[in-house]
């Protein structure tokens, strides 16, 4: 399995930007899917998460700003970030789990800063 991510980059305070992240390989039908993120000195941190019955889980730091949406059909989900602040600023990791098994991304960078 194998997760490919996009969107990444540097917005302004205030400002969005939309995550994609496809998965390849075997994946069964079951799953959960969404993104974690990690800041400088910080722990890995669960952003938001969807699973494919449709149940999602949300930071609390991020409640009413981010939007987590899969497209099941294309294995693929992506992570809508309105009203950004620079506190938001970490690498965006993509996170499978998949029939007991955890798979991750490379990571996509996102700066939040004017």
């Known amino acids: 399995v194998q997760l490919q991510a996009s969107g990444g980059g540097l917005v302004q305070p205030g400002g969005s930007l939309r995550l994609s992240c496809a998965a390849s390989?075997?994946?069964?039908?079951?799953?959960?899917m969404g993104w974690y993120r990690q800041a400088p000195g910080k722990q890995r941190e669960l952003v938001a998460e969807?699973?494919?019955?449709?149940?999602?889980n949300y930071a609390e730091s991020v409640k009413g700003r981010f939007t987590v949406s899969r497209d099941k059909g294309k294995n693929t989900v992506y992570l809508q970030m309105n009203s950004l602040k620079p506190e938001d600023t970490a690498v965006y990791y993509c996170h499978l789990f998949d029939y007991g098994m955890d798979y991750w991304g490379k990571g996509t960078q996102v700066t939040v800063s004017s």
């Open positions: 390989g075997s994946i069964f039908s079951f799953n959960e």
């Open positions: 969807q699973t494919s019955g449709g149940t999602t």
